[in-house]
């Protein structure tokens, strides 16, 4: 369990807050690439870590990410113009360009001094992997982008997506992070003897710490003989990278890929996931197709959202549609969709999970060491040092994997070529 001020000191992300000051240290995604498909094109709401911003693509291709009010009289810069490289106020007219520098001030007599001082906050941004990438925290700290393996991988071979969860990004990443829970909330085969999951419920759960977070492994029984290994990668502050070589279907799918989440704060009570699939190796290129596919059986399809949103249908709202008939005779839960699994249970603890009142187990290890190194992190920025995980050098050949391990050779060598980055 955690105590009630480092539960505080945990889920509060807005500035001024020890999360929030550790999290502003990192790039993050601020929206989809998609989300601001052309230039001059419509501005974009967005609200990251307690802030209301505006991203516009301009002209050149460049996104903005700025203030969603403008200087002048607080006005939104929603409705505002984007033209001729710049977002203008429909208010007074007054427009700023990518890097919040004021370009035109039409209201004001020609020559005005006024215009060379006034700035609209803004921030910058990188764009890769189909994510608009922002940095929120002070300019003299600010690391290189981030370079993460599924970044490097072609377009024809990776995906990404997004999801909206209502509840603090703690608690779906400490969902990510937990291997044990698959044994039965991802059960949707009660009668598949065979399934990895359904073998062994009560893994073997080792953490070792790196320079960018850790790596955690789940050992479980496959056979009388033989363990399925799953090596996953925490990368600090909130992603994880999971395998699905072989994953819990023990057989290996038409396309081998990795996968995982960044769980990336709106507010206190929100979280935007971004999702990303990638193919494990560069011979096989991740189809659309089998994307689509992957994200339908994970229930956040294109026909699973909220039209318009990033939204659920289904949601805490409607109880996430469970069918109980369906609990009884055939999945564990009887409700449709892996990651809607997970929603069900994340949400439904409440915005804000109250730590104090936890009684942890062996299977929680991960989730106790990502709190502990948060924690340190908060500590380490408050005295202007840099965190773990904000240097793409020390996180840029992460990779996770997972396979069946006969006999008794250690997953450390029969993993060791697999674990290396191959983009």
Same mark, same amino acid.
């Given at each position: 369990m955690l105590k009630p001020e480092d539960n505080e000191r945990l889920v509060r992300v807005g500035p001024g807050t020890p999360a929030g000051e550790l999290f502003r240290?990192?790039?993050?995604?601020?929206?989809?690439?998609? $989300?601001?498909?052309?230039? *001059?094109?419509?501005? &974009?709401?967005?609200? @990251?870590?307690?802030?209301?911003?505006?991203? /516009?693509?301009?002209?050149?291709?460049?996104? =903005?990410? &700025? *203030?969603?009010?403008?200087? +002048?009289?607080?006005?939104?810069?929603?409705?505002?113009?984007?033209e001729e490289c710049g977002l203008r106020c429909v208010y007074h007219g007054w427009k700023f360009d990518v890097n919040g520098d004021c370009v035109d001030m039409p209201s004001e007599p020609a020559g005005t001094p006024l215009q060379a001082k006034v700035k609209i906050k803004s921030y910058p941004t990188f764009e890769k992997?189909?994510?608009?990438?922002?940095?929120?925290? !002070?300019?003299?700290?600010?690391?290189? !982008?981030? *370079?993460? $393996?599924?970044?490097?991988? !072609?377009?024809? +071979?990776?995906?990404?997506?997004?999801? +909206?969860?209502h509840c603090n990004y703690l608690q779906g990443l400490e969902g990510g992070l937990d291997t044990a829970h698959v044994s039965f909330l991802h059960r949707n085969n009660m009668q598949d003897k065979n399934w990895l999951g359904a073998k062994d419920g009560a893994p073997q759960i080792d953490v070792e710490m790196t320079d960018y977070g850790y790596y955690y492994v789940s050992t479980r029984r496959s056979g009388p003989d033989s363990r399925y290994v799953r090596v996953y990668?925490?990368?600090?502050?909130?992603?994880? %990278?999971?395998?699905? &070589?072989?994953?819990?279907? =023990?057989?290996? !799918?038409? %396309?081998?890929?990795?996968?995982? +989440?960044?769980? &990336?704060?709106? *507010?206190?009570?929100?979280?935007?996931?971004?999702? /990303?699939?990638?193919?494990?190796?560069?011979?096989?290129? @991740?189809?659309?197709?089998?994307?689509?596919?992957? $994200?339908?059986?994970?229930?956040?399809g294109e026909d699973d959202l909220i039209p318009g949103t990033f939204k659920l249908k289904r949601n805490l709202s409607n109880d996430y549609m469970i069918d109980r008939e369906e609990q009884k005779n055939r999945t564990f839960t009887g409700i449709t969709g892996v990651n809607t699994q997970d929603m069900a249970l994340q949400e439904g603890m409440g915005p804000i999970v109250d730590r104090s009142k936890e009684f942890l187990g062996t299977s929680d290890r991960a989730i106790v060491a990502m709190r502990r190194l948060l924690l340190e992190a908060t500590q380490q920025v408050a005295r202007g040092e840099t965190p773990k995980g904000a240097d793409p050098a020390k996180h840029c050949n992460a990779r996770a994997y997972d396979d069946i391990i006969n006999g008794d050779q250690p997953w450390q060598s029969a993993f060791a070529e697999s674990l290396k980055a191959k983009y």
């Open positions: 240290r990192y790039w993050q995604p601020a929206l989809l690439s998609t $989300e601001a498909p052309e230039n *001059d094109g419509a501005p &974009v709401r967005v609200r @990251l870590l307690g802030e209301d911003l505006i991203a /516009f693509r301009d002209t050149t291709g460049r996104v =903005g990410l &700025v *203030d969603a009010y403008c200087p +002048h009289r607080r006005a939104p810069m929603f409705f505002g113009r984007n992997g189909g994510i608009v990438w922002a940095y929120l925290g !002070p300019r003299d700290k600010m690391p290189e !982008p981030p *370079d993460f $393996e599924w970044l490097r991988a !072609p377009e024809t +071979h990776r995906y990404v997506s997004k999801t +909206h969860e990668q925490y990368i600090m502050p909130f992603q994880q %990278i999971r395998s699905n &070589v072989l994953g819990y279907a =023990g057989k290996r !799918p038409e %396309i081998p890929k990795y996968d995982g +989440h960044l769980w &990336v704060p709106i *507010d206190d009570q929100n979280t935007n996931i971004y999702n /990303f699939m990638y193919s494990y190796t560069p011979d096989i290129p @991740l189809t659309r197709e089998f994307a689509l596919k992957y $994200e339908k059986a994970s229930g956040r």
